[in-house]
């Protein structure tokens, strides 16, 4: 069973992954189509000033695509989070086991430093 949060991880992953396919398709695709492959790149003053705009928009775009992505998929693949009330119950039941206190080291020190001073009596005879 899928929850809720990893449903919506997964159609932004699929979302984002088909986004920059479709748009690599349109940047690359629709100048293929027009012109032959050697003319992508001509030496057409505006298609020297579209590519030098595309390509670090392209960059960008995919970037930013890759991220929502990588978001998309983390939170597809991760494990939903244990409900509030369970916590609060595991949380409860901790706190109702009885906690056996262990005598505190500096008591038992200080006991055993008043009994090393303790002077001895002399006896009378």
Do not use: H
């Not at 992954?17 to 940047?27: N, Q």
């Not at 992508?40 to 929502?68: E, M, T």
């Amino acid at each position: 069973m899928v929850s809720k949060d990893q449903a919506i991880g997964g159609v932004i992953c699929l979302v984002c992954v088909v986004v920059a396919i479709l748009y690599v398709i349109g940047l690359f695709g629709y100048q293929y189509l027009i012109n032959t492959p050697l003319a992508i790149f001509g030496s057409d003053r505006f298609v020297v000033q579209f590519w030098l705009v595309a390509i670090p928009v392209l960059i960008g775009f995919v970037a930013i695509l890759a991220i929502g992505a990588w978001i998309g998929w983390t939170m597809a693949t991760t494990p939903p989070p244990k409900p509030i009330e369970e916590i609060t119950s595991e949380m409860e039941e901790k706190k109702e086991e009885p906690k056996m206190e262990e005598p505190k080291a500096e008591t038992q020190a200080a006991d055993t430093m008043t009994e090393e001073k303790k002077p001895e009596k002399k006896r009378k005879s």
